[in-house]
């Protein structure tokens, strides 16, 4: 199993662009996350979804979407990036909802000038 | 809102050092979760406490689960320098489909 995997690693956008940020997880898991992690610092939730055309959103949800129209696949779109958008991003799955275990990705770094 | 906070937020001792890495919150949690971090690459989990006043060891590693289910604390004895890496802690209120990640402690710990 590859687990959870994001791509790309790593991306340069200029303000206003837009990119999609791609996560396929292959456990089979409903639970999918997506986070961003400032340098040095927790994760702070975006999006979530329980299962295949569910979502709902974190704690910082704003200029970000996102859509789960598979099990495996959950992406986060970018509309209009601002540099207050520059960060590392995260993707995890979960067996189990809240305390069951997540699975994260490798990250995707971001910035945004 | 964060709700659960970390201390301290760095941390830099010798090897061979003991330390303890608090998690605190106001709020109670049916399950808290504690994750590693290396640079880069994604957090991994390292336990899950679910009783309140639960203690669990791995290896050199002891973590414990507040009476109340508020709080929860690390501690490392003997670091090494692989211990090095931001740690988490992450709470389950039971109410949702998610959790709360605490703002992380950051230890470096140096031959």
């Known amino acids: 199993n590859a687990g959870v995997t994001q791509t790309p690693k790593f991306r340069i956008l200029k303000i206003g662009q837009s990119m999609t940020l791609q996560c396929t997880q292959d456990?089979?898991?409903?639970?999918m996350y997506w986070y961003r992690q400032d340098p040095g610092m927790g994760l702070k939730l975006i999006y979530y979804?329980?299962?295949?055309?569910?979502?709902d959103k974190g704690e910082v949800p704003n200029g970000y979407n996102v859509s789960r129209s598979t099990t495996e696949d959950f992406p986060l779109r970018l509309e209009l990036a601002a540099p207050s958008q520059t960060s590392v991003y995260f993707c995890?799955?979960?067996?189990?909802?809240?305390?069951?275990?997540?699975?994260f990705g490798p990250g995707t770094r971001l910035t945004v000038t | 809102t964060q709700l659960l906070e970390q201390s301290p937020q760095f941390l830099s001792i010798q090897e061979g050092e003991n330390l303890t890495v608090y998690c605190n919150s106001s709020?109670?949690?049916?399950?808290l979760q504690w994750y590693r971090q290396e640079p880069g690459e994604g957090p991994v989990l390292l336990v899950t406490?679910?009783?309140?006043?639960e203690v669990k060891k791995l290896k050199r590693l002891t973590f414990q689960f507040g009476d109340a289910r508020k709080d929860s604390s690390l501690h490392i004895t003997a670091a090494q320098p692989g211990d090095t890496g931001l740690y988490l802690c992450?709470?389950?209120?039971?109410?949702?489909?998610?959790?709360?990640f605490g703002t992380g402690t950051q230890l470096k710990v140096e031959l």
């Open positions: 995890a799955s979960s067996l189990l909802a809240g305390g069951g275990e997540q699975y």
């Open positions: 456990m089979n898991h409903n639970y």
């Open positions: 979804s329980v299962g295949a055309g569910i979502t």
């Open positions: 709020s109670v949690f049916s399950s």
């Open positions: 406490v679910v009783t309140g006043g």
């Open positions: 992450a709470g389950d209120t039971g109410g949702g489909n998610k959790l709360t």
